[in-house]
């Protein structure tokens, strides 16, 4: 008799909560997106609710719908017919969450949901269940069979639901249109945050900036370079517009020249200044900035305006220290 390892027995509970999941796609239909306009319209908040594993996925929901721009929080559905269901309005939308479709405590909850005119969302394993019958909409995600070897404990069923409920929630984002700045206001700590922070929040503006005039002597330019410690200088005309750059290579590759061309300290800034050198705005992601120099293979780049004046300085170290890697 074959022995059934461990990693037998995950592998087929990854198999059948994927099929699960894979399952769903072919239910998709007009509930869906009547779910989804039902959300959309929604003037209030978004109530997600559920008992058991099931109430465990409806809170997962519901901070998912809020950190996406929908406002929703979970409501326990005992501690809601204990006082909690006050919080309930006729704008709201509630999102049950129920497999059999007969949970008691739910169903405790139809009378009050019903009376105020409230709309319902139900995910269910059955829509021909009591709530599934009384909801506005109905999204069946019955599974086949749970992963447990019982058939017993809810594993494949909540899967579904949370891949559902996803579902719902990236569809009302996209519909949205939120843009990114949403994250990081709501996104204020960890790593996502650090994705999403632009240049503006980095550079080194003010003073700090290294700029010489185009006509300033190498000398100076150099002195320049050395004050402000990142290894370059802009060189620019006409009220801080840049016209070029001085790196540390453009002087280790014009000293190598030096006996053609005579001493590079005897030049302006404009003769050893590289031109059209790469820019950015204000605006950029940190992490585009950081792909620019990576690909270039360059320590520091130009922050400028509309009108190619120069805003900032930001250097890889600075990157660095935000950890995007």
Same mark, same amino acid.
């Given at each position: ?11 087929? *509970? ?6 699960? @999941? ?13 779910? *989804? ?83 319902? @969302? ?30 017993? *404990? ?146 520091? @780049? ?24």
């Amino acid at each position: 008799m074959t022995k059934v390892t461990g990693t037998d027995i995950a592998r087929k *509970v990854l198999q059948t909560e994927a099929d699960a @999941i894979l399952a769903l796609i072919d239910r998709l239909d007009d509930r869906f997106d009547e779910a *989804v306009r039902i959300l959309l319209d929604c003037r209030g908040r978004v109530i997600v609710t559920g008992m058991g594993k099931s109430g465990i996925i409806a809170r997962k929901i519901a901070a998912t719908l809020s950190s996406t721009g929908t406002p929703a929080f979970f409501l326990h559905a005992a501690e809601a017919v204990h006082g909690d269901l006050g919080v309930l309005t006729p704008v709201d939308v509630i999102v049950a969450l129920s497999n059999s479709g007969e949970t008691e405590e739910l169903l405790r909850l139809l009378a009050t949901i019903k009376r105020l005119g409230a709309r319902m @969302i139900v995910l269910t394993g059955d829509c021909g269940s009591t709530l599934g019958q009384a909801a506005d909409i109905a999204l069946d995600c019955s599974v086949a069979k749970e992963a447990c070897p019982m058939n017993l *404990v809810p594993t494949a069923s909540t899967t579904a639901a949370l891949a559902l409920g996803d579902a719902l929630a990236m569809t009302v984002f996209a519909a949205k249109g939120i843009g990114q700045e949403h994250f990081a206001n709501v996104h204020p700590a960890g790593h996502l945050l650090k994705r999403l922070m632009r240049v503006e929040q980095l550079m080194h503006g003010g003073e700090q900036r290294p700029m010489v005039a185009a006509e300033t002597p190498m000398t100076d330019a150099m002195a320049e370079m050395s004050r402000k410690g990142f290894g370059m200088t802009c060189v620019v005309e006409a009220g801080d517009r840049l016209v070029g750059i001085i790196t540390d290579g453009d002087l280790r590759r014009h000293m190598i020249g030096q006996p053609a061309g005579g001493s590079i300290l005897e030049r302006r800034a404009a003769d050893v200044m590289t031109r059209n050198p790469v820019t950015i705005t204000r605006g950029t992601l940190a992490v585009e900035a950081l792909r620019h120099m990576e690909e270039r293979r360059i320590t520091s @780049i130009v922050v400028v305006d509309a009108g190619h004046k120069v805003e900032g300085i930001v250097h890889l170290h600075d990157l660095w220290r935000t950890q995007l890697f």
